[in-house]
């Protein structure tokens, strides 16, 4: 573990085995995810005995239990260009388009999409070479899950059946884009298992819908106090507003046909889990084009969000409670003078940067 990310942390580590689960939610969940990962590092949390995600969440999740240091899992979701890692099939119209079908195309499933992701699955083989022992993510075939662990493939049927599928781990970089196959708008992934090939698209779209608890309490057997859940939520306010709009719409256009037949209720603090809400994003889940400046926000909102939800939980303490809240207050006013003085472009990036090595965490 890198040295300059061990100072200033929980007076007193927990000792409890803890599960941390990141939500879907594309570049959002990618980026604050990573902010949490350097949240709970600061807070001194070591015993893992499960890491996992879906759609973006599943991405810092599997650079986490591979392994890498808090500093390199945010680094690595800072540096990455997702747009590179994505081929598109068409202009802009045509991704426009496939952007209002959305929720069409989640009832649909259609297994060809406006981008493919086959570049992804090569990037992440090449970063982490075999599957991380604690590590799991969920991909969606039809209203079943397909639930991805180190001893095998394991398929849950929507009423509640089980087959394991194998008895070994799935391509990593394969279990990952399926997770990540948002239907019309990145392309299905095909599986072979148990002799049948499955089609895989994004773990979202269960009945668990973003965050899904089950797989680490049914799989792991995690109690929901030991579980660290970041929800990135379904988007800023006008993203939100904007799917109101284009659910509106297609009600009008073709009715229920056009719509999904459930809409999940979020995990709640209320049912025990450590629920971690980033701050408020300035741009959207599928926005894979961000300046580095816009990223370091991203993964600032994880970690802001999370010292609260760590803190209410007695997971953050002492010394390392106190250093948190300076950099949450410091941070905050920074980018508010960034903004109030139209800073050059890099400066919150060089500013970020600065402020947690100031404080022990870089």
Request: contains cysteine; aromatic residues 8%.
């Amino acid at each position: 573990m890198s040295s300059n990310t061990n100072n200033s942390r929980s007076d007193q580590s927990p000792s409890r085995e803890m599960h941390l689960l990141i939500s879907s939610g594309g570049s959002r969940a990618i980026l604050a995810g990573a902010g949490v990962v350097l949240a709970c590092n600061h807070a001194g949390i070591k015993n893992w005995k499960s890491i996992g995600g879906i759609s973006g969440g599943s991405l810092p999740t599997v650079f986490m239990s591979s392994g890498m240091d808090a500093r390199t899992t945010v680094e690595t979701a800072l540096d990455v260009d997702f747009a590179s890692l994505l081929t598109r099939r068409g202009g802009m119209l045509k991704i426009l388009f496939a952007s209002l079908m959305q929720r069409r195309y989640e009832k649909t499933r259609p297994r060809f999409g406006v981008l493919s992701s086959e570049k992804l699955g090569t990037f992440l083989e090449g970063k982490v070479s075999s599957w991380p022992t604690k590590y799991w993510t969920m991909a969606c075939v039809g209203d079943d899950q397909l639930i991805f662990t180190k001893t095998g493939v394991h398929q849950r049927r929507a009423d509640g059946s089980y087959r394991l599928l194998a008895t070994e781990s799935a391509p990593l970089g394969a279990a990952v884009r399926g997770s990540c196959a948002v239907p019309g708008i990145i392309d299905a992934v095909p599986l072979e298992a148990a002799g049948e090939k499955f089609w895989l698209h994004d773990g979202a779209l269960s009945k668990e819908g973003r965050t899904p608890a089950s797989v680490p309490e049914r799989f792991y057997g995690a109690r929901p106090e030991d579980i660290i859940v970041c929800d990135v939520g379904d988007g800023s306010n006008m993203e939100k507003k904007v799917n109101r709009w284009k659910m509106h719409w297609w009600k009008i256009i073709c009715g229920e046909l056009c719509l999904p037949q459930y809409e999940p209720e979020p995990l709640s603090e209320d049912d025990g889990y450590v629920m971690i809400e980033p701050t408020e994003f300035k741009f959207g889940s599928l926005q894979f084009t961000l300046t580095r400046d816009q990223k370091w926000q991203a993964v600032m909102s994880g970690y802001m969000g999370a010292v609260p939800a760590l803190e209410k939980a007695g997971l953050l303490t002492g010394n390392a409670l106190e250093t948190a809240r300076k950099v949450v207050r410091e941070f905050e006013a920074m980018v508010q003078e960034c903004n109030e003085n139209k800073a050059k472009k890099g400066t919150i990036s060089a500013r970020t940067e600065e402020l947690l090595k100031t404080n022990g965490l870089w």
